[in-house]
């Protein structure tokens, strides 16, 4: 990272009232779709609880975005930090972060296995993963590295069902499920803690009843599509946008019913419109506070 992008971070988890005041904060790891953007990495969202983290998906570059976060000053982000890990659902985009996130922390010497949780299939993904890195292994473990804290073939894999599917100390995360295309289980995730409730929506289309899970909550992180964008793509591309996600003016509809106190948009698909063009259009259909994240932003 730049000296001035640090500094702009810095300056700017600061300025984030709600993340300086508050034991709970939402850290904006990749906002990215699978568009190739370089300025956006893979979906993963991180809540952040007094000093422990929990990520919401792991896109590509999530461990490195982790890193990012932890050198401006989140030390819950640290990378032998990661330990818990939700999975919204199994498609590329949200997961391709995951060899990444069982593997580097166990190299620099995580203390305990990844605990991961998510939908039917997560478990074959892990398992095929693990396996895909066999020779890797091999040589970590026997090639002279020092010796490591597990057996990182060792990843305790949940597969869940919607409902409160993990409690701590600190938070208590409930998963519910939402319409994302034909996927049999895609997951949303209620975060609550003492002091916050965060709601994440996964890729959701319109239909999901968000407004349920977020009743006046402090965030709602949400998917969204910029309806312009959307105005130029081939018709069976349009098709499959309609069918899987959520469009801006439906978002702003969701979003009148659910009163966030902050909305957050993230998985943006923009297609040649604008930021700037997207907010507008959520802003038409909602009159509460709404961002449009990008990477590294905190709430
Ligand atoms: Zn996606
Ligand atoms: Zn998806």
Same mark, same amino acid.
């Given at each position: ?9 810095? @300056? ?14 939402? +850290? ?11 300025? *956006? ?6 809540? =952040? !609880?007094?000093?422990?983290?929990? %990520? ?7 461990? &490195? ?6 050198? /401006? ?13 939700? @999975? ?21 010497? #995580? ?8 939908? *039917? ?7 095929? %993963? !693990? ?7 091999? !040589? ?16 305790? =894999? ?5 409902? +409160?599917?993990?409690?701590?100390? &600190?938070?208590?995360?409930? /998963?519910?499920? !939402? ?6 289980? @895609?997951?949303?995730? &209620? ?7 965060? +709601? ?13 899970? $977020?009743? &006046? $909550? ?5 998917? +969204? ?7 130029? *793509? ?7 946008? @309609? ?5 801006? #003016? ?50």
């Amino acid at each position: 990272m730049t000296r001035a992008l640090l500094v702009s971070l810095t @300056a700017l988890m600061a300025a984030s009232l709600p993340a300086a005041q508050s034991r709970t904060s939402v +850290v904006m790891l990749g906002t990215g779709t699978p568009n190739a953007d370089p300025d *956006r990495f893979g979906p993963a969202v991180a809540v =952040v !609880v007094d000093g422990a983290s929990y %990520l919401v998906d792991f896109g590509v570059g999530v461990v &490195r975005r982790a890193a990012a976060a932890e050198r /401006a000053g989140i030390g819950a982000l640290g990378v032998t930090r990661l330990t818990h890990a939700f @999975a919204t659902h199994l498609h590329s985009d949200h997961t391709l972060g995951l060899a990444d996130l069982i593997l580097t922390p166990w190299i620099l010497e #995580r203390e305990t296995p990844l605990e991961l949780y998510g939908p *039917r299939g997560l478990r074959k993904m892990t398992t095929h %993963l !693990v396996a895909a890195y066999a020779e890797d292994l091999k !040589v970590r473990e026997t090639g002279g590295e020092p010796k490591h804290k597990y057996d990182p073939r060792v990843v305790h =894999v949940h597969e869940i069902a919607p409902g +409160v599917v993990f409690r701590d100390e &600190r938070v208590t995360v409930t /998963a519910f499920a !939402v319409s994302h295309g034909i996927w049999p289980q @895609a997951f949303g995730y &209620r975060f609550q803690t003492s002091d916050r409730t965060i +709601v994440i929506s996964g890729d959701t289309g319109p239909q999901s009843h968000i407004e349920d899970q $977020c009743r &006046r $909550c402090d965030v709602l992180v949400h998917e +969204v599509y910029s309806e312009a964008g959307f105005a130029g *793509r081939p018709p069976e591309w349009q098709r499959y946008h @309609a069918r899987y996600h959520t469009s801006s #003016r439906e978002l702003g509809a969701i979003a009148s019913k659910a009163r966030p106190g902050l909305l957050v948009l993230y998985h943006q698909l923009i297609w040649g419109s604008t930021e700037d063009a997207l907010l507008e259009e959520v802003r038409s259909a909602y009159d509460g506070k709404v961002v449009s994240a990008h990477d590294l932003d905190v709430y």
